[in-house]
């Protein structure tokens, strides 16, 4: 028995040296997946795919695929399928590897790793835009607004121009509606309708921002936002003060929002101008 083992386990190291890239057992080879390609499907988007590998036994073998993407934004997952769909900025670029993964009995075997990336796209140094911050409000006609500032990048020559575009899942639109500063640069936009919908504050908001100049190739820039992070609490409405006698009565109603009013608490700040005397109450519920 234990000579059976020791020409059993010196076969195994023979091998492994004319093949080190294809591991196998029980005669079941695992290759890499080939044709593995990233491509930029949308703003912050990229379609990742592959093949199996033409010289992969199907047969009674369960076949799936490891995905890691390193980065930006580090990532693994496995997949059946021979693609995948990643939301990221990529203005540092992007990159993944693939391996496949084969169930066989109770052995879990990989491939070796094939890996893919994208490069940042072209733009010379500090010319993107610094400190963007985006919020969204709640309109009347319950449709988002959004509204982004941003800081003109360190190395942008004064006659930068900066266009901003938000993705909200498959609609793309560009601003039509910029503030400028006094080098006549774009610094904030406003959307005063957007596609985003009120109702799914869970999903992500892309702002893509990138420019020309005379001068120098302009680095985009993007950045992921959750629409419940930047949303923006709009104010009471139809806020009324009274005195009746001596007592100061004050109304107020919920804001513009899907949310309803129990999910509400307000800060009320009462100045008094004769006595300078400064009241603040605070996360008041609103009265029926
Ligand atoms: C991989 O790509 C090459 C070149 O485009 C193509 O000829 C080949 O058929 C592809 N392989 C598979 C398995 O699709
Ligand atoms: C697949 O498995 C079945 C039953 O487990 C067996 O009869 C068949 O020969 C296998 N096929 C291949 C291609 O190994
Ligand atoms: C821009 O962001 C940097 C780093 O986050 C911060 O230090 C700086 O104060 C910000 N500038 C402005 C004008 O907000
Ligand atoms: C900016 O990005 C948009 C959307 O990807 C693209 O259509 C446009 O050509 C870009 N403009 C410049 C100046 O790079
Ligand atoms: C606020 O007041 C106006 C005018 O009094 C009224 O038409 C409107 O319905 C009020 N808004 C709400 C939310 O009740």
């Not at 490891?66 to 693609?83: A, F, G, N, Q, R």
């Not at 169930?103 to 963007?132: C, I, Y």
């Not at 006609?141 to 993705?167: I, M, N």
């Amino acid at each position: 028995m234990a000579s059976m083992m020791r020409v059993f386990l010196i076969l195994l190291w023979t091998t492994n040296v004319v093949q080190p890239n294809v591991p196998h057992a029980a005669g079941v080879q695992v290759f890499p997946p080939v044709n593995f390609t990233l491509t930029v499907s949308a703003l912050a988007q990229v379609l990742l795919r592959w093949k199996p590998n033409p010289s992969q036994e199907q047969k009674n073998h369960t076949i799936r695929y490891d995905v890691k993407i390193l980065s930006p934004v580090p990532e693994e997952y496995d997949t059946k399928k021979t693609h995948s769909i990643r939301t990221a900025a990529l203005h540092n670029g992007f990159s993944a590897r693939v391996r496949t993964l084969l169930l066989h009995n109770d052995l879990q075997m990989r491939s070796d790793w094939v890996k893919e990336k994208l490069p940042p796209p072209p733009g010379a140094p500090e010319t993107s835009v610094t400190n963007l911050s985006c919020v969204t409000r709640i309109t009347i006609s319950s449709t988002v607004s959004l509204h982004c500032t941003w800081l003109p990048g360190q190395g942008a020559p004064e006659d930068t121009k900066y266009f901003l575009f938000y993705r909200y899942e498959t609609y793309t639109e560009e601003c039509q509606d910029y503030i400028k500063d006094k080098w006549n640069r774009n610094i904030e936009c406003r959307f005063s309708v957007t596609h985003i919908d009120p109702e799914e504050v869970d999903s992500l908001i892309v702002i893509h921002i990138n420019g020309s100049s005379k001068y120098a190739a302009i680095k985009p820039f993007q950045q992921l936002f959750n629409q419940n992070a930047i949303e923006k609490v709009n104010v009471p409405r139809n806020v009324t003060v009274f005195l009746e006698q001596n007592d100061l009565l004050a109304t107020w109603e919920k804001p513009i929002s899907p949310l309803p009013k129990e999910c509400f608490e307000y800060e009320f700040y009462l100045f008094n101008l004769k006595s300078d005397i400064e009241n603040i109450l605070k996360r008041l519920q609103i009265a029926n």
